[in-house]
Each structure stands twice: as structure tokens, then as C-alpha cells.
């Protein structure tokens, strides 16, 4: 069966061992962010509307879940903004009916928090983080080159009256991209929107993968280090740029798709196709080869290695969209 809108399980240095769900078209998102690792957004938006029928994704999930693999998290994420679909109530919904022994996450960039229905299926989830990089709208401008209309201090609204409807897990992602939002102004205004805000967990994270932008560079450890002593919040820590040592087994006839798909949601180096995939790098290197020389992915060198990425116009990319 051809997964064209559950990918995984991957290795997620925030979740653990994750199984991911794309509601969303390739890179069709509220923002057009600097840093992302899917590229450039390529349709700006914030009109929600079911982009896929929810029955194909209900469909792919039992064929997955069916064996009942051992996961961290079941994550709503992938090459867009998720709350943009109005399937995400009912998905959320339904892994909670059919699935209940599993932990239900949503990565979302926190745009439309200020929307009564998207917090109100939010609720329905175990775990929500949104992400939060300023409080300066010219910063957030910078940063996240939104969709017009859009501001930081409505956003952050919307996560404070999230905080107060939800009974779940709130983690809060602080994107750190140094001289944009390291100031002392900055941090300052960070600091008393999460106070506001009141997250479970802070999480400080920064680069990792290639970027929408080549001059996006990634925060030292120590950096992200010195901005968590000051946001003093407890429980805030970063994320580590390796995750955890552990391996998901892959039949061989799956490697090349699972490859692919992997590929076609984030970036990856060989050594993380290896923890993804739980091939050898002999096996995954052979594979990277083979679709390197069909066109299907692209290879890149940055700091922490060569990063292969599927091609944006590849048919898998974005959930087959």
C-alpha cells in the first residue's frame, strides 16, 4: 500500500521514535519561513479547508497502526501548516477512538491559535507546540515572512487563551536564529510572553538541516545555553541536534520508500537514514544512489554533513500532493 499522507516512523530529536501524519500539500503554509527545512513556501495562506478526504488518511493509519508498533508519538506535522486542514479535528479524533494507547502530537506554528475551531480541535490532542521567536512583529516579520494580516500579538493571544482551554501537554518551541532574535530586547519579550503564556516545556532549538535561506545559521550550544539561564523558565532545555540512539526496522522491498518518504518531509544525512531506517549505511548509501541518479533527490553539504532532500516537484513530496 502506497502511504501518501502517513510517513515514518523517524527519529525526532523533540519526540522520540514518530509516526507522521500530512494533512497539508507540499509546503502550503501560513508562513514562509527563513529556517524551514522544506524550502520555500510555495502557497501562502490562511483559508482552511480539507486539502485530502480524511477517509484516505483514516484508511493508511488502521494499514499502520494495525500491528500496533511501538512509537513515542503519533505526530501531525509534515511539508505545511497542519491546523490549515479541516480534516485535523476529525484525524485527532479518530486516533483517540480507534487508537487510544498512543500519544497524539501537533507541531504547528501557532498562526491560527487566534481561530475559536482550531484550538477547539486542538484540545482533542495529548501533546500541542506551537512555536514562538519574538514578540517584535518587524522581527516576526523577518523571521517568518507571514501572510498578510498577520501579527505576533495576536498570536500570542491565541496561545494564551489556548493555555487556559487546554488540559494537555503545551510545549513551546523557541526558534533561535542568532542576530535576529538574541538581543537582550528580544529575550526580554520572550520572557514575558512564555510567562504568559505558561507552557509545560520550553524547548530552544536552532538549526539543523539545510535551510529556505543559506545565510540562516544555527545558535552554538552554548549560546542556546545562556538564552535558556535567561529566560529562567523551568523546564526549558534544548533540543540537541542528535537524537536518540536506537533503530526502526525496515523490510528491504519498503527501503527504497521509506527512503523517499523520509526524504520528502526533512532532510536527512546518511547517519540519520540509519537510525530512521535501521539499514546498514552501505544499504542506505545504495538507495541514495539509485534515486540520486532517477532525479527523485538531491544532495546538499552544510555543516553537519551532506543532507539529501527529495526534489519539491517529486509526486511523494508533501503527501503525494
Given amino acids: 500500500m502506497t502511504q501518501r499522507h502517513?510517513?515514518?516512523?523517524?527519529?525526532?530529536?523533540?519526540?522520540?521514535?514518530?509516526?507522521?501524519?500530512?494533512?497539508i500539500p507540499y509546503k502550503t503554509c501560513s508562513y514562509d519561513?527563513?529556517?524551514?527545512e522544506c524550502g520555500r513556501t510555495t502557497v501562502q495562506t490562511v483559508t482552511r479547508r480539507e486539502f485530502f478526504p480524511v477517509e484516505d488518511v483514516m484508511t493508511e493509519l488502521r494499514a499502520v497502526l494495525?500491528?500496533?508498533?511501538?512509537?513515542?508519538?503519533?505526530?501531525?506535522?509534515?511539508?505545511?501548516?497542519?491546523?490549515l486542514s479541516l480534516s485535523l479535528g476529525r484525524v485527532i479524533g479518530f486516533l483517540k477512538d480507534e487508537f487510544p494507547d498512543y500519544t497524539v502530537s501537533v507541531l504547528t506554528n501557532g498562526s491560527l491559535l487566534t481561530v475559536p475551531a482550531v484550538r477547539e480541535e486542538l484540545v482533542l490532542a495529548d501533546r500541542v507546540i506551537p512555536t514562538l521567536t519574538t514578540t517584535s512583529q518587524e522581527t516576526f516579520e523577518r523571521i517568518h515572512r507571514p501572510h498578510p494580516g498577520l501579527e505576533v500579538g495576536a498570536i500570542?493571544?491565541?496561545?494564551?487563551?489556548?493555555r487556559t482551554e487546554y488540559s494537555g501537554q503545551l510545549w513551546l518551541e523557541v526558534f533561535v536564529i542568532p542576530g535576529l532574535n538574541t538581543s537582550a530586547a528580544e529575550l526580554a519579550g520572550l520572557k514575558d510572553a512564555i510567562e504568559r503564556i505558561d507552557p509545560d516545556r520550553v524547548q530552544l532549538n536552532t538549526l539543523d538541516r539545510p535551510s529556505a535561506e543559506g545565510w540562516?545559521?544555527?545558535a552554538p550550544d552554548a549560546e542556546l545555553e545562556r538564552i535558556g539561564a535567561l529566560l529562567g523558565r523551568p523546564g526549558a532545555g534544548v533540543v540537541r541536534r542528535e537524537p536518540p540512539a536506537a533503530r526502526v526496522p525496515a523490510a528491504p522491498?519498503?527501503?527504497?520508500?521509506?527512503?523517499r518518504a523520509t526524504l520528502c518531509r526533512r532532510p536527512s544525512t546518511i547517519s540519520d537514514l540509519v537510525l530512521t531506517t535501521g539499514m546498514s549505511g552501505g544499504e542506505v548509501a545504495k538507495v541514495l544512489g539509485v534515486l540520486e541518479r532517477a532525479g527523485l533527490v538531491t544532495s546538499e553539504r552544510r555543516r553537519r554533513g551532506v543532507f539529501y532532500t527529495c526534489r519539491p516537484d517529486d509526486d511523494a513530496a508533501g503527501g503525494g500532493a
Fill in 156 to 162: 500570542i493571544g491565541g496561545m494564551e487563551r489556548f
Fill in 33 to 36: 519561513c527563513v529556517y524551514c
Fill in 253 to 259: 522491498a519498503e527501503a527504497g520508500e521509506r527512503v
Fill in 216 to 218: 540562516v545559521r544555527a
Fill in 66 to 83: 494495525a500491528p500496533r508498533p511501538e512509537l513515542d508519538s503519533i505526530t501531525l506535522a509534515g511539508s505545511g501548516e497542519p491546523t
Fill in 6 to 23: 502517513v510517513f515514518g516512523p523517524v527519529l525526532s530529536r523533540r519526540l522520540g521514535l514518530s509516526l507522521g501524519i500530512d494533512l
